[in-house]
């Protein structure tokens, strides 16, 4: 007898929501059920099967009426801004995964809670005290609630290195340096931006664009001992994909890098093996699109200033790995 697959709903068709339902198009245990944004379904219809950073699907993809098909598989198609308008009931959803950047606390979702939407997963941090939930962090300690915040992209690859650390050496006090890929939020060519930051004005395939970062802030979520112990920068570098974190950590005690790999690569394949790899490889960037793991060590740059200063660097695909952990979170919660 076949189980019941997780009936997902995607709430925003975007980078993040686009990989998502790629994803769930892999995996056996869940269907996409229904898609809304506020662009032509012939896009997101377009954008679904084609990707310049991703490999184009292998399916045949129309839209029809209110309806997407990919093959023979039908999934509903809404483009309301309103969330009090989709019938998530008659979808049987069991999750949606708000990925529109823009409900980011409870109360602005309870809408998709109240039309028949059983969990809802925002993939961004919160800015209310919604229940935050990292998978394989403290998915396992997740209590029902029918609205969680999956946190920030930075957050799921760094959180459990920093748990790794905390847990051998003890943490006192971290700085993060992100070079991350651009961003659909920054502009292609010079021209006016509706950020605070005059920065973000500038050309992102042109410059090395440091801007401020939400990132330590997330992370202080599962550290409160250290939130006001860390900082971070997200430095935007000109590649489309892929994100190179580089952390300094004060420890409480002493270590070498042999030490820090050994335990990296331990808990890479025990309590952290579906989300954690490490990696010895000379690779760069782009080696990394489409890796699934939440964050790849690059042991080789370990590395101990004295005693008590560590530096870890890591690699990510901000997009596809983010999105992996929200289709993960959504099989755990349903």
Known sequence: MNERKVRIFINGFGRIGRSAARIILEESSVELVGINDLYSY????????????????????KVEDNTLFVDEKEVKLFSESNSEK?????LEVDVVLQCSGMFLTAESNMPLIKNGAKKVIVSAPASDDMPTYIYGVNHKRYNGESIISNSSCSANAIVPLFQIVDKHFGIQGAIMSMYHSYTSYQNLLDN??????????RSATLNTIPLMSSAARATAYFFPHLRDKMQAKSI???????????LSIRLEGHSTEDEV????????????????GTTHSP??????????????????????AGE????????????YGYAKRLVDMA???A
């Not at 099967?49 to 399916?59: M, R, V, W």
């Not at 989709?86 to 008659?90: A, N, Q, T, V, W």
């Not at 931006?193 to 973000?200: G, P």
């Not at 990296?264 to 954690?276: K, M, N, P, V």
């Open 331 to 333: 099989k755990s919660i």
């Open 192 to 201: 006016k931006h509706y950020s605070r930051d005059i920065r973000r004005t």
């Open 86 to 90: 989709m019938d998530m009931r008659s």
């Open 236 to 246: 935007r570098v000109p590649i489309p994909a892929v994100t190179l974190y580089d």
């Open 283 to 304: 690779i760069g960037s782009d080696s990394y699109i489409q890796n699934p793991y939440s964050a790849v060590v690059n042991l080789p740059f370990t590395a101990m």
């Open 261 to 276: 790999n050994q335990r990296f690569e331990t808990e890479a394949r025990s309590g952290y093996e579906t989300i954690l």
């Open 308 to 319: 008590d200063l560590l530096r870890v660097s890591a690699w990510q695909d901000n997009e």
């Open 42 to 61: 012939e896009q997101m219809a377009y954008l679904l099967k084609y990707d310049s950073i991703y490999p184009t699907l292998p399916y045949t993809i």
